[in-house]
């Protein structure tokens, strides 16, 4: 972010950002992003068009970003000293009722991708970027810790096998992922294919 970006949105208090965050989501689940506008996120929030578009540009950075704020825990901030455990722990980020909720609007968002290049952009630069290096942390300790061999060819497929996990149930099986079917995903199928004994 540039430094002129971080002066903008500096005048609003961390709460009032999260406060905002809130209602962009909720938004999103009752409409869809093609139907958010900011008209509707200024009304809900009390505030007004130009506010919004000095902190955040438009929508789709708004949008990504009130996104991204739906994963205060990272990831790599997690270390129980082994892979299983720190995926597990991941898992463990949200309850199974938040993972179906947001799973939902995170479908609805991919879809909106593909005709919107501005929320791709603002999506991968706020949510899919920072997950990926989050993953690679994780993963990059599993390898300094010997868990996981420097050259196995999952590693570069981990985050495709998680998300796919997560998208594909509600498809496949007409069921929301839980956290259950996750860590059972995790040592059916990742952890094996990285090499790393799941007993």
């Not at 509707?40 to 704020?69: D, F, M, N």
Request: aromatic letters at 6%; proline letters at 5%; glycine letters at 6%.
């Amino acid at each position: 972010m540039t430094e002129a970006a971080t002066a903008r949105r500096s005048r609003i208090t961390p709460e009032r950002e999260a406060e905002l965050y809130g209602a962009v989501l909720d938004l999103l689940r009752e409409v869809g992003y093609d139907a958010l506008t900011m008209d509707a996120v200024a009304a809900r929030t009390r505030s007004s068009k130009a506010t919004l578009y000095r902190q955040w540009g438009g929508k789709a950075e708004l949008v990504a970003r009130a996104i991204r704020q739906t994963k205060p825990v990272r990831i790599s901030d997690v270390d129980t000293g082994s892979l299983r455990g720190d995926f597990h722990a991941f898992v463990a980020r949200e309850d199974d009722c938040g993972m179906e909720q947001n799973n939902a609007l995170m479908r609805g968002l991919a879809m909106a991708t593909h005709t919107n290049p501005d929320l791709l952009k603002a999506f991968r630069e706020q949510v899919v970027e920072p997950e990926m290096a989050e993953f690679r942390r994780v993963l990059q300790r599993a390898v300094d810790r010997g868990e996981v061999a420097p050259d196995n060819p999952a590693l570069q497929f981990v985050v495709h096998m998680v998300i796919g996990a997560l998208a594909m149930r509600a498809i496949i099986e007409d069921r929301p992922p839980t956290q259950a079917f996750l860590r059972s995903y995790i040592d059916a199928v990742v952890l094996p294919a990285l090499g790393v004994p799941t007993a």
